[in-house]
């Protein structure tokens, strides 16, 4: 049964930094591509990024390329995003995704999301 359990999110004032977890479980996450995706307050869902395993690059939204960075711990069964430069428009809940086949193919699996709030 593959689960996917966010934790990490909270209250962060503007400049500051979060680092995001995703432990996975009934699937070896070495294997597949995983995403993070956000969803702001009253807004629809927005991908933030991808870790691609068949070319093993990893790829961005243009609104937080340079300030978020997405890695994995293999050995944990771990994905994680470290974020970087806060700002308020980056105030979401944000779930890993197990991706359906590889970058851009889709979701089939998603955690229940963790809220980042970054206010003063």
């Known amino acids: 049964q593959v689960q996917l359990v966010e934790s990490g999110g909270g209250l962060v004032q503007p400049g500051g930094s979060l680092r995001l977890s995703c432990a996975a479980s009934?699937?070896?996450?070495?294997?597949?591509?995983m995403s993070w995706v956000r969803q702001a307050p009253g807004k629809g869902l927005e991908w933030v990024s991808d870790?691609?395993?068949?070319?093993?690059?990893?790829y961005y939204a243009n609104s937080v390329k340079g300030r978020f960075t997405i890695a994995r711990d293999n050995a944990k069964n771990t994905l994680y995003l470290q974020m970087n430069s806060l700002k308020p428009e980056d105030t979401a809940v944000y779930y890993c995704?197990?991706?359906?086949?590889?970058?851009?193919?889709?979701?089939?699996?998603w955690g229940q999301g963790t809220q980042v709030t970054v206010s003063s």
């Open positions: 009934g699937f070896t996450l070495s294997g597949y591509a």
């Open positions: 995704a197990k991706d359906f086949l590889g970058y851009g193919s889709g979701f089939d699996y």
């Open positions: 870790s691609n395993m068949a070319d093993g690059y990893t």
